[in-house]
């Protein structure tokens, strides 16, 4: 492993063309610079982690369930009449309360209307 040391001040160093740790070299005060080092290093550590990685991806499943659940509410809504009768027609039509789609069809189908709503509010 490297250290900061290996990254000396270059009062030239401009950091908008250096990538990854070689951005050490434009950073004048060498204290700044080991912090920075070693927050490099912690990340990459914690990217290799296998718990992580784990507590990364529930916390994308948690989000991806409030999208869900708060397109399965909008979706309510448009069904209701709360968007209108168009909005209302059409989510009949695209059907986003069927069992057949995915959050993706859903979000497309929110998406149609949404603009339908919007057309309607015209």
């Known amino acids: 492993?490297?250290?900061?040391?290996?990254y000396p001040y270059d009062p030239?160093?401009?950091?908008?063309?250096?990538t990854g740790l070689a951005k050490l070299?434009?950073?004048k005060d060498r204290s700044t610079a080991g912090l920075l080092h070693e927050l490099y290093w912690q990340a990459e550590r914690n990217e290799r982690?296998?718990?992580?990685?784990a507590n990364e991806r529930r916390k994308e499943q948690r989000k991806l369930d409030e999208e869900r659940e708060?397109?399965?509410?909008l979706a309510a809504a448009a069904r209701s009449g709360g968007f209108g009768k168009v909005a209302e027609e059409l989510c009949h039509?695209?059907?986003p309360g069927n069992d057949t789609g995915t959050l993706r069809h859903l979000a497309k189908e929110m998406r149609a209307?949404?603009?339908?709503?919007?057309?309607v509010r015209r």
């Open 1 to 6: 492993m490297s250290s900061e040391a290996d």
């Open 12 to 18: 030239r160093a401009d950091v908008t063309r250096l």
């Open 25 to 27: 070299t434009a950073v």
């Open 49 to 53: 982690d296998p718990s992580f990685q």
């Open 70 to 73: 708060w397109l399965e509410a």
């Open 93 to 95: 039509t695209v059907g």
């Open 113 to 119: 209307l949404s603009d339908a709503g919007r057309l």
